[in-house]
């Protein structure tokens, strides 16, 4: 997508250890010396806290203590620029939403960042790549309007389909998202996945398999078919198509010198 010159947009909140990056960035471009100072001691503190926590996970990183929030405080009463000033903002949001696992908060954040650029994507062909439970036509497993909800009805307004595609492994390995921590197995029957049990157990072979859940959805609002499950029946409700991969292989992070 890169090399096709595509127009690349990222919803989420700030990574929780980008914290120093992003000061790294901030301290080169700052005119404020004392700002520059908190941006460098910022950098360094978060690098030392990140270096902690992968030796002990349950050490916490650096955007999540008090000092970190202190810092920001500070920032804030000086002198910035507008570019600051909204990263500041943003760091602020992005840690309350880690300290309270406030999924709903983050979520009004994705969609509201989507929409602050819906000039520059309306009326053209657009992917939305998101883990599965962002993107259901309806309600998401996790009882909210999603990303996929907010698209569907922008859609419907233009007297247009979006075509939603669920992508899952059934088995395998899953990556670990920091080098240096193992990667962990897939497990069917887990709380995450056993509600697809029905589709799982059509796949018999290590062929990867579409299911086309037009027709089944179709049959569940006319009572052919009933769903017990409430999950999958916002699976069947929310996505086109289902893929499921028998077997997936964790990514590896790029060896480096």
């Not at 941006?39 to 916490?60: G, Q, R, V």
């Not at 990263?87 to 960042?113: G, P, S, V």
């Not at 247009?160 to 998202?177: A, D, F, W």
Request: a positive charge; aromatic letters at 10%; glycine letters at 4%.
């Amino acid at each position: 997508m890169v090399k096709s010159n595509t127009v690349i947009y990222g919803t989420d909140q700030i990574l929780m250890n980008a914290d120093r990056l992003i000061c790294n960035d901030l301290k080169n471009k700052t005119k404020n010396k004392k700002a520059k100072k908190i941006y460098d001691d910022i950098e360094a503190k978060s690098k030392a806290y990140f270096a902690d926590f992968l030796k002990d996970p349950s050490k916490p990183m650096y955007l999540m203590t008090e000092e970190f929030e202190k810092q920001l405080q500070e920032l804030k009463t000086l002198r910035l620029s507008q570019e600051e000033i909204e990263i500041i903002n943003d760091l602020q949001l992005t840690a309350k939403i880690y300290k309270e696992q406030n999924h709903h908060l983050r979520i009004q954040l994705m969609k509201n960042n989507l929409m602050k650029v819906y000039p520059e994507w309306h009326n053209k062909k657009n992917l939305f790549k998101y883990g599965a439970i962002h993107v259901s036509k309806g309600e998401s497993f996790f009882k909210i309007y999603d990303i996929g909800n907010l698209v569907n009805n922008i859609s419907d307004s233009e007297f247009k389909n979006s075509l939603h595609i669920m992508i899952v492994g059934k088995s395998g390995m899953q990556g670990s998202p920091f080098k240096g921590f193992p990667a962990n197995a897939v497990d069917e029957n887990s709380d995450n996945l056993k509600f697809l049990k029905p589709l799982f157990s059509v796949v018999t072979s290590e062929d990867w398999h579409c299911f086309d859940l037009r027709q089944l959805r179709d049959a569940k609002e006319q009572g052919k078919v009933e769903v017990k499950d409430i999950t999958l029946s916002r699976v069947i409700d929310g996505y086109d198509y289902v893929i499921i991969i028998p077997k997936v292989t964790a990514a590896n992070f790029p060896k480096t010198e």
